[in-house]
């Protein structure tokens, strides 16, 4: 699947100092002509930082007040998907590939190796829902998905020893998502994997998981014989062009700080949460933002918000709002009938008190 590994470890320096080049790294392998063919990185937050989907609202999903008291650092990823609270007990991987129409969204594809891997050294890990992986019915590891043009990447988190108090202080997952899992907070639902790690695998660091990976994907036994390319000045240069336009300004990351009266949210299967926020005024639908971890980064949102102003809050009304939006296209396989339900049902109200 993976004939080129790319080793990002000389440019640590430049994560430290910004964080979101990070985030860039996918979209530097898509998008520079460089790369051209398959690849696999690897990395480690330097400090800690909170990673937000490319549809999410910072102010309803994150305490902010925790994570700036406690120095961690905000980001946003240009991929969908949910927050997730990273550390240097957590390891990242990511496969950049062309599309050839057949694994665009198969998280289990890229997830394999990585599910294969834990196999051998006794972890009972599985693909669960639409972009996670479990143990024991805990998730450590959340998946993600970029593309642009005809590339795109998919990845994902391996928790081994991250600081789960922090996470679980650090995210507010809406309460549609948390009972979609059967679940009442992130501490509940989140494990590192740490303690499913026995014998001679104690003490597995991320280092030596990351050579496991890697020597199964190119099915070699010495890592001097996986195909390397290692970044260099000018290819971090670049990333850090793509960090300075777009992944480091604050208003990006920081979104919409406007909050109108209503939010409701709905867990769909396969798909995410989508959540909108919207004002009423005399029957008809005056403001409207949607949010959401779907992985579905590319949508355009502003075609279902436009459609949705000025539509009268009434069923019939907003399910043709919805199918105008096109919502299909623009978030996933949810149906008009099923999101004009969310806004006229309060069992999916999310209190706006973040």
């Known amino acids: 699947m993976t004939?080129?590994?790319v080793d990002i470890s000389n440019g640590y320096k430049y994560i430290k100092e910004q964080p979101e080049i990070a985030q860039c790294l996918s979209v530097y392998f898509i998008t520079n002509e460089?790369?051209?063919d398959s690849i696999l990185y690897f990395y480690r937050p330097v400090a800690p930082q909170v990673i937000v989907g490319a549809n999410q609202n910072v102010h309803f999903e994150v305490d902010l007040d925790y994570i700036h008291s406690h120095g961690i650092a905000l980001t946003r990823r240009g991929a969908g998907g949910g927050a997730v609270y990273v550390d240097s007990g957590n390891l990242t991987y990511s496969f950049t590939v062309n599309d050839d129409g057949t694994n665009y969204m198969n998280f289990k594809h890229f997830a394999q190796p990585v599910i294969e891997v834990l196999h051998s050294i006794g972890v009972d890990a599985e693909m669960t829902g639409r972009n996670d992986l479990t143990v024991n019915g805990q998730k450590f590891s959340g998946m993600s998905t970029l593309k642009i043009g005809d590339r795109f990447t998919c990845g994902g988190t391996?928790?081994?020893d991250v600081d789960l108090k922090a996470a679980n202080e650090a995210l507010n997952p809406p309460?549609?998502?948390l009972k979609s899992k059967g679940i009442k907070s992130v501490k509940s639902r989140v494990t590192n994997l740490r303690p499913y790690l026995k014998g001679?695998?104690?003490?597995?660091?991320s280092d030596q998981l990351q050579e496991m990976i890697l020597k199964h994907v190119f099915n070699s036994s010495s890592?001097?014989?996986i195909p390397t390319?290692?970044?260099?000045n000018e290819d971090w240069d670049n990333v850090k062009q793509i960090a300075n336009s777009k992944f480091g300004d604050p208003d990006w990351v920081m979104g919409t700080t406007k909050t109108f009266a209503n939010y409701h949210t709905r867990h769909f299967e396969g798909i995410g949460t989508v959540g909108i926020n919207y004002s009423?005024?005399?029957?008809i639908i005056t403001h409207a933002k949607v949010y959401g971890d779907f992985n579905n980064a590319g949508g355009n949102l502003e075609q279902i918000e436009h459609s949705l102003v000025g539509a009268p809050y009434k069923r019939d009304n907003l399910i043709e709002a919805f199918k105008t939006g096109d919502v299909q296209t623009n978030i996933g396989n949810v149906s008009p009938e099923d999101l004009a339900d969310m806004l006229l049902d309060d069992q999916y109200k999310e209190e706006l008190s973040k």
């Open 3 to 5: 004939i080129l590994y």
């Open 34 to 36: 460089k790369f051209k």
């Open 158 to 160: 391996l928790m081994l």
């Open 175 to 177: 309460k549609s998502k």
């Open 200 to 205: 001679a695998y104690t003490a597995l660091t």
């Open 223 to 225: 890592l001097d014989d």
């Open 229 to 232: 390319y290692v970044m260099t």
């Open 280 to 283: 009423v005024e005399d029957g």
